[in-house]
T-cell receptor, first 113, second 114 residues
């Protein structure tokens, strides 16, 4: 069964460093998303991406964040200068068409120290 | 603003007992609804979904959910819980009018006692 793959599963970084979280969405999917879940809190939408551009972003997704689909298979989330409060589980998701279910990856646990 | 409420933070049931997890939503558009399950340290697995049609939907692992528009609810049920069902359950709502992003509830942690 096709699945969304995220790497790494866990990343520890120092405050102020840049991190790139990687995702390989399901191959025929066209819509891509990043969500995050701070420990003990609800899953929150960060950004959606379609046709090589951001289609929607939340207020969390400030200038420190960026997304890219560099090569037609990977979908990345970059945090330019990490803060302690960026520590969370980050989930990538993809969906085939608009208005269908999103399939989630296993997540990347980011720890900022 | 769109919101999803899962009023029960924790629920404990005995193995073999029935289960109902509550979900209420507030949305300004025709929603589509999901239940996801998350085991500790794991990702989100889709249990079931509702887009339209029959308001009682069947999912994986013996779960079902019923969409009640008049009550703005989408409660998850299982007739007989197994110890392996212990996990956290999230209700999520989306709508095409809101760009397909999902709004999640805070989750309900299910504990199963033997």
């Amino acid at each position: 069964e096709p699945e969304v793959t995220q790497t790494p599963s866990h990343q520890v970084t120092q405050m102020g460093q840049e991190v790139i979280l990687r995702c390989v969405p399901i191959s025929n999917h066209l819509y891509f998303y990043w969500y995050r879940q701070i420990l003990g809190q609800k899953v929150e939408f960060l950004v959606s991406f379609y046709n090589n551009e951001i289609s929607e972003k939340s207020e969390i997704f400030d200038d420190q964040f960026s997304v890219e689909r560099p090569d037609g298979s990977n979908f990345t989330l970059k945090i330019r200068s990490t803060k302690l409060e960026d520590s969370a589980m980050y989930f990538c998701a993809s969906s085939e068409v608009e208005g269908t279910e999103a399939f989630f990856g296993q997540g990347t646990r980011l720890t900022v120290v | 603003a769109q919101s999803v409420t899962q009023p029960d933070i924790h629920i404990t049931v005995s193995e073999g007992a029935s289960l109902e997890l509550r979900c209420n939503y507030s949305y300004g558009a025709t929603p589509y609804l999901f239940w996801y399950v998350q085991s500790p340290g794991q990702g989100l697995q889709l249990l079931l979904k509702y887009f339209s049609g029959d308001t009682l939907v069947q999912g994986i692992k013996g779960f079902e959910a019923e969409f009640k528009r008049s009550q703005s609810s989408f409660n998850l049920r299982k007739p007989s819980v197994h110890w392996s069902d212990a996990a956290e359950y999230f209700c999520a709502v989306g709508a095409k009018e809101y760009g397909n992003k999902l709004v999640f509830g805070a989750g309900t942690i299910l504990r199963v006692k033997s």
